[in-house]
């Protein structure tokens, strides 16, 4: 049966939705058509990137037969990444710089965008496009089917992984999902592929209930997901290693072990303010 939870708004989400935005200038004449499709990447210090991935992602959406809105999330950036978001996106009928005062980490960034995203379909994907845009194909018949979260893995038959990590960072990410597994989210086998795609209704659900705003946030939001009994689909996506992580071995691998256990603290001490009522409403 599909499900249809009310989205839940906090006055932290509130505060969220009013964080400092920018649009880029649109084209003269341009036509407000429903949006299909919300496109979000979270940004910290991506000059060097997005001079590339921008342009990249700009082609596949003008390909695309449906509307759709580009929102480029600034998590604090040092290095002028908003400016040249800007200046990229500069024509964009529909994009939209968010720029925040100072880092967060990226499930803020996320959080942010998703909770501004006007599609019907909100879809969050990494600066360094790891995951090509063109795999978001494969979502479709999935999305249009009634899932409310669909989701890229590189673990499943069918991925293909044409540049691997560094054995430390796989050896890092597989040992998470297994935590995840038991501690969060079971029956995941990729929880950190950045390549994710929600229904309008489901992502305002999910983000405004969310907490965690470090690299922790994908496993907290697919363990609100199956509270809720979202219908989730994993598809196996093509996904390359890109240099440049910024993932700090030691003090990230601790802080999303810490993640992983404040998931649980939260729901047991009732933190996720409205989820047992959002609840009420999926029986």
Avoid at 107 to 120: I, S, Y
Avoid at 255 to 263: D, E, Y
């Amino acid at each position: 049966m599909k499900n249809s939870a009310l989205p839940v708004t906090e006055p932290g989400a509130l505060k969220l939705q009013t964080s400092q935005s920018t649009a880029v200038a649109a084209s003269p004449g341009a036509e407000k058509a429903p949006l299909r499709l919300s496109v979000i990447i979270p940004a910290y210090n991506e000059t060097a990137r997005i001079g590339r991935t921008i342009p990249a992602l700009l082609t596949y959406l003008h390909g695309l037969d449906c509307a759709h809105e580009f929102l480029i999330v600034d998590d604090g950036s040092t290095d002028g990444t908003p400016h040249t978001a800007r200046q990229l996106l500069s024509g964009e009928p529909r994009a939209r710089v968010l720029e925040q005062p100072r880092n967060r980490g990226k499930g803020h960034a996320v959080r942010v965008g998703m909770l501004a995203a006007e599609g019907q379909f909100v879809l969050f994907c990494d600066a360094d496009l790891s995951t090509p845009p063109q795999e978001l194909d494969k979502f479709w018949p999935w999305l249009d089917s009634g899932y409310e979260v669909v989701i890229g893995s590189r673990k499943m038959a069918g991925a293909n992984v044409s540049r691997r990590q560094p054995l430390w960072r796989e050896s890092l990410g597989k040992g998470f999902t297994w935590l995840t597994n038991i501690i969060a989210a079971p029956g995941i086998s990729d929880v950190t592929c950045g390549f994710k795609c929600f229904t309008h209704l489901a992502a305002q659900t999910l983000f405004s209930l969310s907490l965690i705003d470090d690299w922790s946030f994908d496993a907290e939001v697919l363990f609100i997901a199956q509270q809720l009994g979202y219908r989730i689909k994993e598809v196996p996506v093509s996904w390359h290693d890109e240099p440049g992580t910024k993932v700090r071995l030691w003090k990230d691998s601790v802080r999303s072990l810490l993640g992983l256990a404040t998931i649980r603290a939260n729901f047991l001490r009732g933190r996720y303010t409205g989820l047992n009522r959002a609840m009420r409403k999926h029986t």
